[in-house]
């Protein structure tokens, strides 16, 4: 394998030249290190890495090839290059989570998902940017301060899993990790022209994992092409998702687009035409409550600022063990001082109203539910943000993320164009849960249709 096919390989690029001697375990692991070392020659272009262990990484590359040459078993991903988001736990890696104060926060064992990447043969180089505390989707951070979107510089690369989605879009690797909890993997997957899904909450291990809301977070995965997505869910959850053939029976949810984002629109509405073909399975749905629905059934405000203290209750090389002292330093990026300041100042979950919450989200499911049934659909689709990224510094309008992490319920970012500014625009289909499969067998059908 060449360099410049390395950039865009996808995962079974990668293991079937492995597999036929035609690269290595060593050969890919520099080629990753070279890309992210020529990115930064002339300073930091995306700001996507916060650790990098070539050192580790290139041992952990060195043993997979004498594996190969001993003739055992090749595993999903023997030797292939991965980046891990850093709030994830990395056995003797820091898990900063985007924020200066945690920086010497060193894991004293792995993610459980860290684990199942290494079980299957990932070669692991680093950890990645993210939007400080996970509490955002501009890439915001104290730690590594914007991440670059890999399209357009100045530009918000989408988060909270800002650097995993840039890392990925710029040839680092072809996979990377990132959790969402309102957004946060199908976001940046938009605004970097990449794949990300959401499974089913529940589906994949949140242990080891910094907080945000543990009744919305998940991990999942970012890739370029849509078959890694399924392999990589797969490894992630311990789930098998194998192919499904079912028709397609699609919802536009009308309100989910902002009347002026011709470009973002078109594009949206055309996806779904190529997917549903001449069969006739697609309909308008106007369901004008329900951004305003998931919104209010957003239960992060309720569980951040405590699921973070008992998270740093034994960490003693934080510099903060509280969202109030974190507010209290400054030292956190001034993007985050409202929500963080307010985040800090609520009543949480011993409020009354910690349990209306809750009711609200299995109330909006069993709405989602009925919807489905009713007009006989088993997708519901619209832009994963109704605008394109805003510049740094600005905050991102748009996003219709939330209905999926409120609800439980598994969605998928899908590259289907770019705007006249050359963003990337992305598609979000959302199924009732456990219909991973649909999601997958869209994506898939996507990307065939656009080879």
């Given at each position: ?155 918000s690369p989408g988060g909270s899993s ?41 589906a994949i291990s949140i242990d080891g ?243």
């Amino acid at each position: 394998m060449q360099y410049a096919e390395y950039l865009r390989a996808s995962l079974s690029d990668m293991t079937d030249a492995l597999q036929q001697r035609a690269t290595t375990a060593c050969e890919l692991t520099e080629f990753a290190l070279r890309r992210i070392a020529e990115a930064d020659q002339n300073g930091p272009r995306y700001n996507a890495i916060t650790w990098l262990f070539a050192d580790q990484a290139l041992a952990a590359a060195t043993e997979s090839d004498a594996r190969r040459r001993r003739g055992e078993a090749p595993r999903r991903l023997e030797g292939i290059p991965v980046l891990i988001k850093d709030n994830i736990a990395v056995q003797g890696w820091p898990t900063s989570a985007g924020s200066v104060l945690l920086r010497h926060v060193i894991a004293e064992q792995d993610a459980p998902l860290v684990t199942a990447l290494r079980a299957e043969g990932a070669v692991l180089l680093g950890k990645t940017a993210m939007h400080e505390l996970a509490a955002g989707i501009t890439g915001a951070s104290s730690l590594s301060g914007f991440t670059d979107n890999a399209w357009l510089a100045g530009h918000s690369p989408g988060g909270s899993s800002s650097g995993s989605a840039v890392a990925v879009a710029a040839g680092y690797v072809p996979l990377a990790i990132g959790s969402d909890t309102a957004g946060s993997v199908r976001i940046p997957a938009a605004f970097n022209h990449l794949y990300g899904l959401r499974m089913t909450h529940g589906a994949i291990s949140i242990d080891g994992i910094v907080p945000l809301s543990p009744s919305q977070d998940i991990p999942g995965a970012l890739v370029r092409h849509p078959a890694d997505l399924r392999l990589a869910s797969e490894i992630l959850s311990g789930q098998t998702l194998p192919p499904h053939a079912e028709p397609l029976r699609i919802g536009v949810w009308q309100e989910g687009f902002a009347a002026e984002e011709a470009a973002i629109n078109q594009a949206v509405y055309t996806a779904v035409t190529a997917l549903v073909g001449e069969t006739g399975n697609q309909q308008t749905i106007a369901f004008p409550q329900l951004e305003t629905l998931a919104a209010e059934a957003s239960i992060i405000p309720w569980e951040f600022a405590e699921a973070l203290a008992e998270w740093l209750a034994d960490k003693p090389q934080a510099e903060s063990h509280t969202l109030a002292e974190v507010v209290a330093s400054g030292r956190h990026h001034p993007q985050l001082e409202a929500v963080f300041t307010a985040r800090a100042n609520h009543p949480g979950k011993a409020s009354d109203s910690y349990a209306i919450q809750q009711l609200r989200q299995r109330t909006l499911y069993q709405t989602l539910v009925q919807l489905f049934n009713q007009r006989k659909i088993n997708l519901l689709a619209y832009p994963v943000v109704k605008h394109p990224p805003v510049r740094h510094g600005e905050l991102q309008p748009g996003s219709n993320a939330l209905v999926a992490a409120v609800t439980g319920a598994p969605a998928i970012s899908i590259p289907v164009g770019f705007t006249a500014q050359g963003l990337p625009i992305g598609m979000e289909l959302l199924a009732l849960r456990g219909r991973e499969d649909l999601l997958l067998q869209a994506a898939e059908l996507m990307a065939a249709i656009g080879r």
